[in-house]
């Protein structure tokens, strides 16, 4: 049973437009909804994250927007640069019982390719 | 600095052979995890630890061991029972107080 679906699994924008990558969950219990982006042969990296009391967040290029009851989030770059072509992970966390630390479910990932 | 490392970058093994993967962070960090990635199937969580001599299995523990002996370190054996080992692997750790992971570069793994 696959937890967070994203989509697509692929895109490709030209540059100086927008790229914009959906995913759904399905556990309400879901507190924290980070995006991870990953280059060829590196490890993710966080890019931004949001908790579900908020419906949008940004930094810089990039926007999380939060649809609670459709459990449904997304990521949009905005002025999209070859350099963003990456892989993009959404992710969902819910804190472990007991001590505290927590799990991440991760997405399948979206290839995006920047076009010039 | 500060981070996360894992060695080798680059593994290579004969099936039926036991291989372990290092993963060492310097953050100070309880918690430790390791992902398998594969092509197309995101990251899927082996096993995690949040304390010394302590682990819990995660989504494909199976045919994969670990050990916590030290908060710094949480090596991964790949087992011969590991049907598929070959992969990307990636630990990451995070702090008991926090959502946020921090990855290692990652060890391909190849087996022949």
């Known amino acids: 049973q696959q937890q967070v679906k994203q989509s697509p699994q692929s895109l490709i924008v030209q540059k100086g437009g927008i790229s914009i990558i959906n995913c759904a969950y399905e556990?309400?219990?879901?507190?924290?909804f980070p995006w991870y982006q990953q280059f060829p042969g590196k490890g993710p990296a966080l890019l931004i994250a949001?908790?579900?009391?908020?419906s949008e967040k940004k930094e810089g290029r990039f926007t999380i927007s939060f649809n609670k009851s459709a459990k449904q989030f997304s990521l949009h770059i905005m002025d999209s640069q070859p350099g963003d072509s990456a892989t993009y992970f959404c992710?969902?966390?819910?804190?472990?019982?007991?001590?505290?630390?927590?799990?991440?479910?991760f997405g399948k990932g979206t290839k995006l390719s920047v076009i010039p | 600095d500060g981070g996360i490392t894992q060695s080798p970058k680059y593994l290579f093994r004969k099936e039926g052979q036991n291989v372990t993967l290092s993963c060492e962070q310097n953050?100070?960090?309880?918690?430790m995890y390791w992902y398998r990635q594969d092509p197309g199937q995101g990251l899927r969580l082996i096993y995690y630890?949040?304390?010394?001599?302590?682990?819990q299995k995660g989504d494909i523990a199976e045919g994969y061991s670990v050990s916590r002996e030290k908060k710094e370190s949480f090596p991964l054996t790949v087992t011969s029972a590991q049907k598929n080992p070959t992969a990307f692997y990636l630990c990451?750790?995070?702090?008991?107080?926090?959502?946020?992971?921090?990855f290692g570069p990652g060890t391909r793994l190849t087996v022949l």
């Open positions: 992710a969902a966390s819910i804190e472990n019982s007991g001590a505290g630390s927590y799990q991440l479910t």
């Open positions: 630890s949040q304390i010394v001599n302590d682990f």
């Open positions: 990451a750790s995070s702090t008991l107080s926090s959502n946020e992971q921090f």
């Open positions: 953050l100070n960090h309880d918690a």
């Open positions: 949001i908790r579900p009391d908020v």
């Open positions: 556990n309400t219990a879901f507190d924290y």
